[in-house]
């Protein structure tokens, strides 16, 4: 699978210290992904990436932390190959239930925002919804679906009831070195929708590799359920980090 673009930090005299994966995390510049490659790499990024988030594993995790470091989500990087891996054809059909039909991801923030946050609502969902509907919308859903975090791809889709309300929904962007990404798989909770993301997830992957794209990652926090759905699906976990807010 195609590793991304590495950027590798050095000290003033020019020694190397750390590398990382660059990306952005909301309004703020990150650091995926991070490995130490020289002495001084905690007090480097302490200094140089101030204001930063930062990945890396659960031992840089630990030092960062004991230097001030907050922690946002212990998670796991996973991949899946549509060029060696081709969905099932069948895949493109998969059944979204009674009365519901698949349509292009294009509809205002304000369409998603009722099945999007009701699917993180749970208290025992590690990546549960932490705000106001305002700050929600304004802070993460809106900003997502503006390709502030990288342009939302063409075969991104939703899944609408038959009155037309959206109840699950898949957001693939171009993530910079990260490659054709899955940024949110949600849908509405409960049992009339169970199976449904999944069923979301067979059709966009189907859609992706008609694109001829070979290959999307995901990340998915450590201890979602979610993550037995995605290996199913035949994604592979390639790595596992802590990301968190350096001070």
Not at 9 to 31: E, K, L, W
Not at 34 to 61: C, M, R
Not at 66 to 73: E, L, S
Not at 95 to 101: A, E, K, M, V, W
């Amino acid at each position: 699978m195609r590793e991304p673009t590495r950027t590798v930090h050095r000290t003033a005299d020019g020694t190397p210290v750390f590398s990382y994966v660059p990306g952005a995390a909301a309004d703020h510049p990150a650091a995926y992904a991070v490995e130490v490659i020289g002495p001084g790499a905690v007090p480097s990024i302490l200094k140089d990436l101030s204001g930063w988030t930062v990945s890396g594993s659960t031992e840089l995790a630990a030092q960062l932390v004991a230097a001030g470091a907050i922690v946002r989500r212990h998670f796991h990087f996973l991949r899946r190959s549509l060029a060696s891996d081709r969905p099932p054809p069948a895949w493109s059909a998969s059944d979204l239930g009674p009365g519901r039909r698949e349509v292009p991801c294009d509809r205002e923030a304000g369409a998603l925002f009722d099945a999007w946050h009701a699917a993180y609502s749970d208290p025992q969902n590690p990546d549960r919804h932490l705000g106001s509907n305002d700050e929600l919308l304004a802070e993460r859903l809106i900003p997502l679906l503006s390709g502030t975090e990288g342009p939302v791809l063409p075969w991104s889709r939703l899944v609408v009831d038959p009155d037309d309300r959206v109840v699950a929904g898949v957001i693939a962007i171009e993530n910079g070195a990260l490659g054709p990404w899955l940024a949110d798989v949600f849908r509405s909770p409960g049992p009339n929708y169970a199976g449904l993301g999944e069923a979301l997830l067979r059709r966009v992957l189907a859609a992706a590799a008609r694109a001829d794209v070979r290959e999307v990652g995901l990340s998915v926090t450590d201890g979602n359920p979610a993550r037995a759905v995605y290996q199913r699906l035949g994604f592979e976990t390639v790595s596992s980090f802590v990301s968190l807010d350096v001070p």
